[in-house]
């Protein structure tokens, strides 16, 4: 077998050890992207996810990208449940799951249907032959049998008796049929950990513990790896292994985390330093739900999870267990941000510090639950009625929603205010190495409840951060009250004082604008004092658009990346920063959202790059949309 | 306590912006007069309300006080009880708020036993909107949305909460007072969700809706008082009862061979008897008290025992360690 010389998408690099290496035993290779792609029941989320975890203990930088169907289990063997799982991993930092694969995983005929189209000629396929029957072929809507057709003649196509071969490794264990069946994709890491070189122990411990309870479970599936592995070492159809090198990233203890991971890491981070329990209201929606598993998980930190009956619920619970003290959380996607409107707010107007995560997905309406997109940016900014602005913070990568998470926290409880977190289905299940952080470096988290009843007032402010006091119930001779309706400054009573209130909505804009005076000054990757264009992006778009930038300015083209953290309040700089350049580049999933809010606050004529396809940007696509920008 | 506290320390100094003649004053001044008998400080003390005219009442005690958005008061104290279960925690709720746009959270708060004490003012209105029928108003109801008369069957709040399968449900009325202070004290002692239904007088919308309770001239043959253990007796004359005709519950007249043995005994244990109570409607008299009142873990008490064991079993949470979970590598 022979890989194509690189992984297309990146620079022009090449090892040299291409093509042609059949007679070598190992192979070298910079990057590799392998699509595992099979029915949902045939455990490809659960191979790639093994092999990630493998190839990052072999200490490549990796990035991943889940591609499930929004159905548990679609009609086995058609396309529309077909599942794939697209894995990066590199000698050199990636920043993006690849634009497409080299080796296509395909355990059945929809399963190579579904995903040839992304495959580049010589790309390599590994197929199960035994799954490609007439019924087979005729159910993923081929007229006839690909394997045998000549239709894959331009790709490197390796037929493997996967079924046949795993039956024959758990021979004698006496499980039953469909239990063997299920065991095919642990031979195929197998087979693949030999092919890529990957160390399998992380594997083996894996399934020790998922299979602690049934022994016989175990057994079977370190058979299935282990034949898979040998099977790939004996077998004469792959004539080398190839050896994908650490790379070099600074210096750590490392772990691999998916995005939803790292989110609740974060919150549980947040309310460890903050000393105050986490408490989360949350109603189950894709691609959200992981945070309240990761939580529900971790009580022996002082973490409520509420499985709330609806939506609202979720978050109205979390505002009464902020108004009690706790480090308030809800955690949703976005139809759920629609429900939760009214009571976000009603957090701003009583100025309750929690955290809102809206994990987006394709919409509108349902749209595509397990897709991602970013078009919930304008609903985060204006999507409540009456003058109600919230800090807004979007991760950038799957390890960066700790950070993101930690901060909406520190803001939150700072500012006593709702703030948003943004993420996206990409970033939820996408996954990437993280260095830990040092927990003693963690940036303070300063809670101080109200206790002196001398001169309380529940929205006396403090001079600088225009923040009101926590005043939590149980606190002897604070006793007030607050609610939604118009409030007085200072005492909060009902007031329905015109002047009253403008002045508390004006107080209330400027104490988030005001957060604007701890955001960093923005930092560009590439010409620091400006050039002919500068794409700016924020939220999951930053692996894409950085990895096309570092391509155009290998190619010698002035092109320059700005991401955005924080997207309300924008970084007090940002104007001046982009009008340094000529053309500004707005990259996003949606129709043109923050492209709007730049134009609108800066008067900047700049340009949309987007697509709203409920899949992330292709780098390729990205350098084509800026070399048409810098010659237009 | 050092000084025990009175009526007063639960007033607050807003002015009350009740309608005059509204029941909602005499349901305050009955919560302000038994507040100080639970012996609870002021400060632990928190009321929660959704939108409505009933959902004022936290601007008018002198405690904790969060006056929210409709309907979501029950939700909004629940996340407050989970995580202070040291609080006495009060949802004030109407007809509307409750049963209509809030029903969901209603019916969850109930079943989740979670340890609040929920007042439901019914007054079969919405009033602050100015006068439509609402979800327990009855068939046929004339009002500003319903010229025609209302063809919208009405929710019953005892039955709605019995089927939420709440552990204490009670009913009282706005202006029987000592009724009224009984059944809150009642409520508060229970541990769980207490629901308390109390008829309240819409003085303005919909005025004497309860008349045949409350008219001092004939309330007492159509208010049938709940006693545990007790049988069901009510009357003027207290010579009238209520007894099983096979499996229908009837009215008859004490004498003429018909003795208090013959009467049902009311046992607020008993389910079935509390949901045949709760469909008593006229002719027959409407009951008020307790119907049902049973113990059932609370989900607040469960939740933090799970925090406790969690944290007995596995110890206090190490922040440096649970980022580590999982397998790591350190890169040189």
């Known amino acids: 077998m022979a890989l194509p010389p690189e992984a297309a998408g990146h620079a022009a690099e090449s090892s040299g050890l291409g093509g042609g290496a059949a007679a070598k035993p190992h192979a070298r290779r910079d990057s590799v992207v392998i699509r595992f792609a099979g029915d949902s029941g045939d455990g490809m989320q659960l191979a790639g996810m093994q092999f990630t975890a493998e190839s990052a203990l072999a200490g490549n930088d990796i990035a991943t990208l889940p591609d499930f169907p929004a159905e548990i289990r679609a009609p086995a063997g058609t396309i529309a449940g077909v599942s794939g799982f697209q894995l990066n991993f590199s000698s050199r930092e990636v920043f993006t799951a ?21 495959l580049p ?13 007439e019924a087979n072929v005729k159910r993923a809507g081929y007229a006839s049998n690909p394997l045998t057709d000549h239709s894959l003649d331009k790709f490197q196509v390796f037929q493997v008796d996967v079924a046949k071969l795993t039956t024959a490794a758990l021979h004698g264990t006496g499980l039953n049929n469909r239990a063997v069946f299920r065991c095919r994709n642990m031979f195929v890491l197998g087979m693949l950990s030999w092919l890529f070189q990957r160390p399998i122990e992380s594997t083996v411990r894996w399934l020790e513990g998922r299979f602690k309870k049934t022994p016989e479970l175990l057994n079977a599936n370190l058979l299935a790896l282990k034949a898979g592995f040998n099977y790939g070492d004996t077998t004469e159809m792959f004539a080398s292994s190839y050896e994908v090198e650490p790379a070099k990233i600074v210096p750590g203890l490392y772990r691999n985390i998916t995005g939803n991971t790292a989110t609740a890491l974060g919150f549980v981070a947040a309310a460890v330093q903050s000393g105050r329990p986490i408490f989360l209201g949350s109603y189950p929606i894709t691609p959200a739900s992981d945070v309240l598993h990761e939580l ?50 009603l957090a701003v107007k009583t100025e309750l510090p929690m955290v809102i995560t809206d994990i987006q997905r394709a919409g509108p309406s349902t749209g595509m639950p397990t897709k991602p997109e970013q078009a919930d940016l304008l609903m985060a900014m204006y999507g409540r009625h009456g003058e109600s602005p919230i800090p807004i913070i979007a991760a950038a990568t799957p390890a960066d929603c700790f950070e993101c998470a930690y901060e909406a926290v520190r803001l939150a409880v700072k500012y006593m205010t709702p703030v948003i977190l943004l993420t996206d289905g990409q970033l939820a299940n996408g996954a990437e190495p993280w260095l830990l952080p040092d927990v003693s470096k963690l940036a303070p988290i300063k809670v101080e409840f109200a206790s002196n009843p001398d001169g309380f007032l529940p929205y006396k402010r403090d001079p600088e951060t225009l923040s009101r006091p926590w005043a939590v119930p149980g606190t002897p001779g604070l006793e007030h009250r607050i609610g939604g309706l118009s409030s007085e400054d200072q005492t909060g009573n009902v007031s329905y004082s015109p ?92 129709m043109g959202q923050l492209l709007k809010m730049v134009r609108a606050d800066y008067l900047i004529d700049a340009i949309g790059c987007n697509k709203i396809q409920g899949r992330p940007f292709k780098v390729n696509e990205l350098i084509n949309r800026i070399s048409r920008s810098l010659e237009g | 306590m050092a000084t025990a506290l009175t009526r007063k320390d639960f007033v607050s100094d807003q002015e009350v912006r009740w309608c005059p003649g509204c029941g909602d004053y005499a349901i305050l001044a009955q919560v302000q007069k038994v507040m100080p008998e639970f012996g609870i400080p002021r400060e632990n003390v928190v009321f929660i309300s ?4 009933s959902s004022r009442f936290p601007y008018y005690m002198n405690t904790y006080g969060f006056h929210t958005i409709h309907g979501r008061a029950p939700a909004i104290a629940t996340g407050l009880k989970i995580t202070r279960p040291d609080l006495d925690v009060w949802v004030v709720t109407g007809d509307g708020d409750g049963l209509s746009i809030g029903g969901n959270h209603l019916i969850h708060a109930l079943r989740r036993n979670i340890d609040l004490n929920i007042l439901l003012f019914n007054n079969q209105i919405y009033g602050l909107t100015k006068g439509q029928y609402s979800p327990t108003s009855e068939v046929g109801k004339v009002t500003k949305s319903s010229p025609m008369g209302s063809v919208d069957f009405p929710f019953n709040p005892i039955t709605i909460a019995l089927g939420a399968n709440a552990t204490f449900v009670a009913r009282s009325i706005d202006v029987e007072q000592k009724h009224l202070g009984d059944t809150l004290k009642r409520a508060h002692g229970h541990r769980g969700a207490s629901f308390v239904e109390i008829l309240q007088n819409c003085n303005i919308f919909n005025d004497g809706a309860f008349n045949d309770v409350t008219d001092k001239a004939i309330k007492a043959d159509h208010q049938l008082a709940l006693e545990h253990g007790k049988p069901l007796i009510f009357g003027k004359n207290r010579d009238k009862g209520v007894k099983m005709n096979g499996n229908r519950p009837e009215v008859v007249t004490l ?35 307790v119907f049902y009142a049973i113990g059932r873990p609370t989900y607040d008490a469960a939740t933090n025992a799970q925090l406790a064991e969690a944290r007995a079993k596995q110890g206090e949470g190490n922040l440096a360690d649970l980022l580590k979970r999982g397998d790591t590598w350190t890169v040189n």
């Open chain 2, 50 to 53: 959704g939108i409505g005219c």
């Open chain 1, 296 to 345: 529900a998980a971790f009580k022996n930190f002082g973490v409520y999870t509420f499985q709330a009956e609806d939506e609202i619920a979720g978050v109205s619970s979390a505002i009464g267990a902020a108004f009690g003290g706790a480090i308030a959380l809800t955690t949703t996607s976005g139809p759920g941000m629609n429900l939760k409107a009214e009571a976000i707010g």
């Open chain 1, 121 to 133: 000629p010589n790309g390599v396929i590994i197929v199960d032959r035994e799954a490609f029957t």
């Open chain 1, 499 to 590: 002047a009253n209130n403008e002045l508390m909505v004006r107080t209330r804009a400027r104490k988030i604008a005001g957060i604007a005076r701890e955001i960093p000054p923005t930092s560009i990757f590439g010409d620091a004092n400006g050039g002919d264009l500068a794409v700016l992006g924020w939220g999951s778009t930053y692996g894409a658009v950085r990895e096309a930038v570092k391509q155009m300015r290998d190619r010698g083209k002035s092109v320059s990346h700005i991401h955005l953290r924080y997207l309300n309040p924008l970084p007090a700089d940002l104007g001046d920063q982009l009008r340094k350049f000529k053309k500004v580049l707005v990259a996003e999933m949606n």
């Open chain 1, 98 to 118: 690849g634009d497409e694969p080299n080796v296509l995983v395909a355990m059945n005929p929809a399963a190579l249907k579904a995903n040839l189209d992304d």
């Open chain 2, 255 to 289: 004498g003429n061979g018909v003795t208090e043995a013959d009467l049902i005994v009311h046992d607020e244990t008993n389910l079935g008897l509390a949901f045949m109570l709760g469909n008593l409607q006229a002719p027959m008299p409407t009951p008020v008290g």
